[in-house]
């Protein structure tokens, strides 16, 4: 038996056998039977890899269906080896995992794969972001005209634009529980606004310069910097559908955005 | 602060049960009479959303205990100031009858392992998670429950009975001790020891809840998988401690597989005509 060793060091070492599988320092520190032991240290490295794979199968349903359990268990082991969680919540796991497929050799053949991810931490976060009332319509109506194109809004907590060029707010929709997985369509580069209303996650594909507009307010750019120098359009339709979803929670005039 | 919500304790002579999405909406329409209902903390560290607005819903109709498995009360590495910056966040906003955490460490080095891992039972460890579970009682202001873990390996280094770790980490912190009957009898299966021996070693002073669940045999041991009935031996256990401590707030863990809301309040019954036959509780908790 070895003298022991500090906290520290013998948790690293324990750390080493449970995500490495390199058992063979930790077991010099355990007690009874180092077969027994060692089959022990298994049990816990296959729940620490079953934990962060479930944390990304609930967040990544439609990924993890559109690749089949092997390959989505790998792919969540080789990122849990790339991105180790930071943190205990893991909730919060799956943060980079959409870059990480991006790059994931295996997913070359699934380009959308990836963006497909970034739609669904997206819906992820929107529904997990605070909550916050909409902002005070008759104090926004006092507005002068003259002063509407200075305005800056604050957009919901729960509001995710998710863009891409490739129709993934189909595939998201055809791979939903219930639905085959055929997407209505194969044409698209999708535009996704996601939010989240009474408690429920609602989505809408907005046309380009829709995005554009909602991306730049997100930025805290005025009306009139959001709506662009081109040939004028109808902007205020988009806001009034913002403002329709709960989505404006308070505006200022001037400089600065509000806080 | 004013209370948003009644101040009921959870009644020791009945069980109650782990809240899990899939009953949120049974439970609220249905009410059955359970003690309290557990969450794990972390699940509803999220800054909104449906989950904690039914977690508030809930609160209304039945106490609540915040239980965490992240802390990672027993590492070497810093306290991590977010995570108890967030946990004090939701017991604000839930005000939990009962909050707790595990005898254990899950991460080293800025790396977390989400597990619940054990420690080697020393003098040095006790120092060390009795100044932690002091500094997480006054963020929190109140007085947190100490969990006993399944050890799956054990340390040849420890040179403290669990029994006593735990009864003396209450004794120096004024902690109280959450008491996991399921994982009492796993360890003592896995390791060939008495859980019997275990469990008297507890003050029965220090003990505000007792856990109950279900596991798995497999043939590295038996695994705490939280996602079947109780096992026969834990029911015994279960009613030898009750008998020696009087009724205490008693939870069914059945967080995996998750069966129906009815299997989970039969299981709460088997354990309320368990604590009715217990008599008094012993000693004020």
């Known amino acids: 038996m070895s003298a022991a060793p500090a906290l520290a060091s013998l948790q690293a ?20 039977d180092p077969e027994t032991a060692r089959r022990r240290l298994g049990l816990y490295r296959r729940a620490i890899l079953a934990n962060q794979a479930g944390a990304l199968r609930a967040a990544f349903p439609v990924v993890a269906r559109l690749v089949g359990e092997g390959f989505f268990d790998e792919a969540a082991r080789r990122y849990g080896e790339a991105s180790p969680p930071a943190r205990a919540d893991l909730n919060r796991h799956g943060e980079s995992f959409p870059a990480f497929l991006s790059g994931y050799p295996h997913a070359a053949s699934m380009p959308w794969l990836a963006d497909v991810a970034r739609l669904e931490w997206a819906a992820h976060e929107s529904l997990m972001a605070a909550d916050e009332a909409p902002l005070d319509f008759d104090a926004l109506a006092r507005v002068e005209a003259a002063g509407q194109p200075c305005l800056r809004f604050r957009l919901h ?48 594909l907005l046309a380009p310069r829709e995005a ?38 308070a505006f200022s005039r001037g400089a600065a955005a509000p806080p | ?44 560290f999220a800054d909104g959303g449906p989950s904690l607005a039914w977690l508030e819903r809930l609160r209304a109709d039945y106490p609540v205990s915040l239980h965490g498995v992240g802390l990672s009360l027993g590492s070497a590495d810093p306290l991590d100031d977010e ?41 040095e460890v006790l120092a060390h998670v009795g100044e932690r579970v002091a500094r997480v009682q006054d963020r929190l202001g109140r007085r ?7 050890a799956y390996v054990r340390f040849s280094g420890s040179t ?45 002073a220090c003990v505000g809840e007792i856990h109950l669940a279900g596991g798995e045999a497999t043939p590295d041991g038996i695994v705490d998988s939280h996602g079947a009935a109780v096992f026969p031996e834990v029911w015994e256990l279960f009613a030898r401690t009750v008998a020696r401590l009087g009724p205490v707030p008693t939870l069914i863990e059945w967080d995996t597989d998750i069966p129906a809301l009815d299997v989970l309040v039969a299981e709460a019954r088997r354990a309320d005509a368990i604590l009715a036959g217990a008599g008094a509780r012993r000693e004020a908790a």
């Open chain 1, 13 to 32: 070492l324990f750390a080493r056998a449970v995500v490495a599988g390199e058992d063979e320092a930790v077991l010099a520190h355990l007690a009874g």
């Open chain 1, 157 to 204: 907590p729960s509001l995710r634009l998710v863009r891409s060029a490739w129709p993934v707010l189909a595939i998201w929709e055809a791979n939903q529980p219930g639905r085959d997985g055929t997407p209505d369509r194969e044409e698209g580069a999708d535009d996704v606004l996601a939010w989240r209303e009474a408690g429920r996650l609602r989505y809408a």
């Open chain 1, 212 to 249: 554009a507009f909602v991306e730049a307010l997100a930025r805290g750019e005025t009306l009139a910097e959001a709506a662009g120098e081109g040939e004028p359009w109808d902007f205020g339709t988009m806001l009034g559908r913002l403002a329709g979803a709960g989505l404006l929670c």
């Open chain 2, 83 to 123: 995570h108890l910056a967030r946990l004090a966040r939701l017991a604000r906003r839930i005000e939990p009858a009962l909050v707790s955490e595990h005898l254990c460490w899950s991460g080293i080095g800025g790396r977390h392992l989400n597990e619940l891992l054990p420690l080697p039972l020393t003098e």
């Open chain 2, 160 to 204: 403290i009975a669990e029994g006593e770790f735990l009864s003396e980490l209450a004794r120096r912190t004024g902690c109280g001790v959450l008491l996991d009957v399921n994982n009492a009898w796993i360890n003592a299966v896995n390791h060939g020891t008495d859980a019997r021996a275990f469990l008297e070693a507890i003050d029965p």
């Open chain 2, 144 to 150: 947190i429950l100490v969990e006993n873990v399944t």
């Open chain 2, 1 to 44: 602060m004013t209370a948003r919500f009644p101040e009921r304790a959870p009644d020791p002579a009945k069980a109650g049960i782990g809240l899990r999405t899939p009953h949120f909406e049974a439970l609220a329409t249905t009410r059955p009479p359970l003690s309290f209902l557990e969450v794990h903390s972390e699940n509803y």
